[in-house]
């Protein structure tokens, strides 16, 4: 079992930053995919980026060249640096876990709001 604890959600006044984190428990095996999801209200839950044990990327077409996401995997931890937000990055934020393509974990979610 893997739980997940998002933190560094907050409000923020539009071109700010912001830091999220994910603390992993439980065995993370290098075969895990980590990610960001997030999913503003009246919306569905859209990838935000992921990332691969190896430091392999992808990011959504909406928030390249804005945001980063790492890994260390030593602390089993993630991180998503937000730079450059938006009001319609406004949004909770969950960290995931792809664990054999067919099992997900989730966090409880982090709220992040960007202020026009």
């Known amino acids: 079992q893997v739980q997940l604890v998002e933190s560094g959600g907050g409000l923020v006044q539009a071109g700010g930053s912001l830091r999220l984190s994910c603390a992993a428990s439980?065995?993370?095996?290098?075969?895990?995919?980590m990610g960001w999801y997030r999913q503003a209200p009246g919306k569905r839950r859209e990838r935000v980026a992921d990332i691969t044990s190896a430091g392999s990327t992808n990011y959504a077409d909406s928030v390249k060249g804005r945001f980063t996401i790492s890994r260390d995997n030593a602390k089993n931890t993630m991180y998503l640096q937000m730079n450059s937000l938006k009001p319609e990055d406004t949004a909770v934020y969950y960290c995931?876990?792809?664990?054999?393509?067919?099992?997900?974990?989730w966090g409880q979610g982090t709220q992040v709001t960007v202020s026009s």
């Open positions: 995931n876990v792809v664990r054999w393509i067919t099992t997900n974990y």
């Open positions: 439980g065995s993370i095996f290098s075969s895990d995919v």
